[in-house]
C-alpha cells in the first residue's frame, strides 16, 4: 500500500508522530510536512520519502503515481477550507485534489475545538464526497487509562478507516 501522510500545523502534532510510529513497515510511506509542522527527527528509523509543502510537482502530486490512501494528521482549519473549495495551491491540497479526482481513501483529521459553522460546513461538504472526517476524538467506551492508550484508540481507528490492519486498541467481541 502507498500511503501519503500530510502534516498541517503544529497542534497535534503527536499524534502525526504515532501515526508514523504505529505504522506497519510494509506500507510505502511518504510524508508532507507545511511549515508549521516538522517531525524529521522521528523519522530517521524508517524509510520515508519526505516532501516540502511547496514540491507541488512531487509524484505523489499525480494521480498515475498510484497512492492508495492520503491522511492529514492534524488537518488545520486553513487546510480543510481549501480541500473543501477545490484550492489546490501546495502539495498538502493538491495530494488532496488527487486523492479526490481519483476517488481514493482521504481522512482528514481536523484539529480545532470548538468547531464554528464554516468548518462545520466544510466538513459536511467533504463527507458528502466520501472524504473520512475523523477528528481525534476520545472514545470513552474504549476502557483507555493512560493518553497512549487513547493515542492508540483513536490511531486504531483512523487505520481502520484508511484499511490498514491493526490490534493497537481492544475490540468488541
Not at 42 to 55: F, K, M, P, Q
Not at 69 to 75: K, L, Q, R, Y
Not at 149 to 159: Q, T
Request: charged fraction near 20%; hydrophobic fraction near 45%; include cysteine.
Amino acid at each position: 500500500m502507498k500511503l501519503t501522510l500530510a502534516i498541517t500545523g503544529a497542534s497535534g502534532i503527536n499524534l502525526a508522530k504515532k501515526f508514523i510510529e504505529y505504522l506497519p513497515k510494509e506500507i510505502e510511506l511518504y510524508v508532507v510536512t507545511t511549515k508549521h509542522a516538522k517531525l524529521v527527527e522521528l523519522l530517521e528509523d524508517r524509510e520515508v520519502t519526505i516532501y516540502s509543502n511547496n514540491e507541488v510537482g512531487a509524484s505523489i502530486a499525480s494521480g498515475s503515481f498510484g497512492v492508495d490512501a492520503t491522511a492529514i494528521i492534524p488537518c488545520s482549519m486553513n487546510t480543510l477550507a481549501k480541500i473543501a473549495c477545490g484550492i489546490a495551491d501546495n502539495l498538502v491540497t493538491r495530494v488532496a485534489s488527487v486523492a479526490l479526482k481519483e476517488q481514493k481513501k482521504l481522512l482528514l483529521a481536523p484539529r480545532e475545538m470548538p468547531f464554528s459553522a464554516i468548518p462545520l460546513e466544510n466538513m459536511l461538504k467533504l463527507s458528502r464526497l466520501n472524504v473520512i472526517i475523523s477528528p481525534p476524538v476520545m472514545g470513552y467506551y474504549s476502557d483507555a487509562s493512560t493518553i497512549e492508550e487513547m493515542e492508540r484508540f483513536i490511531i486504531g481507528k483512523w487505520y481502520d478507516s484508511l484499511g490498514i490492519e491493526n490490534s493497537l486498541y481492544k475490540r468488541w467481541s
